[in-house]
T-cell receptor, first 115, second 115 residues
């Protein structure tokens, strides 16, 4: 079945540091890939997405590129802020058939950014 | 625009009790789903619905019941609560059941403790 693996956390950075959170996936078809963010006490919000190979999703300074050859979708940001402290989830969704757009999530990575 | 509304936000139950977690969305979304979030395991799909009157099981359906009598509401029932069901529960919805290009909208969650 489908699966998503994220890098072990938690991740602690100083403000303005470079961020990478690794994500690799296993899927039978051609999934869409997502990064969701969860701020303390809130639900998940879509951060960015990519629907086909070599697509780059970007939002709020974050970006991730859909790499079919390495089955990866790593999240990057050039300069993190304290307000980026949250839990980040990588997820995939198969299209069509009986998948009905169900999301398969990674285990989540806790990011803490210090001033 | 309320989005996805979950009630209650917090609940403590005793083993063997039953209860219903409520979820309502006002976006006329066809697809709704329930996930549980456990530490180190990401979110796992419990049940989902592709429209009124249609439901199906996800990855971890045992001990839970759902129904979808209207487009707006998708309640999750715990029939006989067990400590293993202590978790944070999230309801999500999206415009089309084939969610590969449609982001899912999440509620703020219900934190449930079973003693």
């Amino acid at each position: 079945g489908d699966s998503v693996t994220q890098m072990e956390g938690p991740v602690t950075l100083s403000e303005e540091a470079f961020l990478t959170i690794n994500c690799t996936y296993t899927a039978t078809g051609y999934p869409s890939l997502f990064w969701y963010v969860q701020y303390p006490g809130e639900g998940l919000q879509l951060l960015l997405k990519a629907t086909k190979a070599d697509d780059k999703g970007s939002n709020k300074g974050f970006e991730a590129t859909y790499r079919k050859e390495t089955t990866s979708f790593h999240l990057e940001k050039g300069s993190v802020q304290v307000s980026d402290s949250a839990v980040y989830f990588c997820a995939l969704s198969e299209s069509g058939g009986t998948s009905y757009g169900k999301l398969t999530f990674g285990q989540g990575t806790i990011l803490t950014v210090h001033p | 625009n309320a989005g996805v509304t979950q009630t209650p936000k917090f609940q403590v139950l005793k083993t063997g009790q039953s209860m219903t977690l409520q979820c309502a969305q006002d976006m006329n979304h066809e697809y709704m789903s329930w996930y549980r979030q456990d530490p180190g395991m990401g979110l796992r799909l419990i049940h989902y619905s592709v429209g009124a009157g249609i439901t199906d099981q996800g990855e971890v359906p045992n001990g839970y019941n759902v129904s979808r009598s209207t487009t707006e509401d998708f309640p999750l029932r715990l029939l006989s609560a067990a400590p293993s069901q202590t978790s944070v529960y999230f309801c999500a919805s999206s415009y089309r059941f084939d969610g590969s290009n449609q982001p899912q909208h999440f509620g703020d969650g219900t934190r449930l403790s079973i003693l």
